[in-house]
């Protein structure tokens, strides 16, 4: 299993440095990053297009991560934190 540093950390957020990487990522807790994407979902709907496309953009590369972090909570057997 791979290690990680922990450089800072503040509530639901954590500043990380994963060995084999150049820099430091930003660890969400899984809670707050699916807060993150429920929040945006309802803009696609919006009837301004920037706003629309800038939520479908975003979406698309949150879902994914999203999706990995649940596969993640069930082979582990823990339940959604939401």
Same mark, same amino acid.
């Given at each position: 299993?791979? #290690? ?6 503040? *509530?639901? =957020? /954590? =500043?990380?440095? =994963?060995?084999?990487? !150049? $820099? %430091? &990522?930003?660890?969400?807790? *899984?809670? #707050? $990053?699916?807060? =993150? &994407?429920? $929040?945006? !979902? %309802? +803009?696609?709907?919006?009837?301004? /297009?920037?706003? !629309?496309?800038?939520? @479908?953009? &975003? +979406?698309? !590369? @949150?879902?994914?991560?999203?999706? +990995?972090?649940? #596969?993640? @909570?069930?082979?582990?057997? @823990?339940?959604?934190?939401?």
């Amino acid at each position: 299993m791979e #290690t990680a540093k922990v450089y800072a950390r503040d *509530g639901n =957020i /954590s =500043i990380v440095q =994963i060995e084999d990487r !150049r $820099f %430091p &990522a930003v660890a969400l807790q *899984g809670d #707050t $990053f699916h807060a =993150i &994407a429920v $929040f945006l !979902r %309802p +803009l696609v709907n919006h009837p301004d /297009s920037d706003v !629309r496309d800038a939520a @479908l953009d &975003a +979406l698309d !590369r @949150l879902e994914p991560a999203l999706d +990995l972090y649940v #596969t993640v @909570l069930n082979d582990l057997k @823990l339940d959604k934190p939401w």
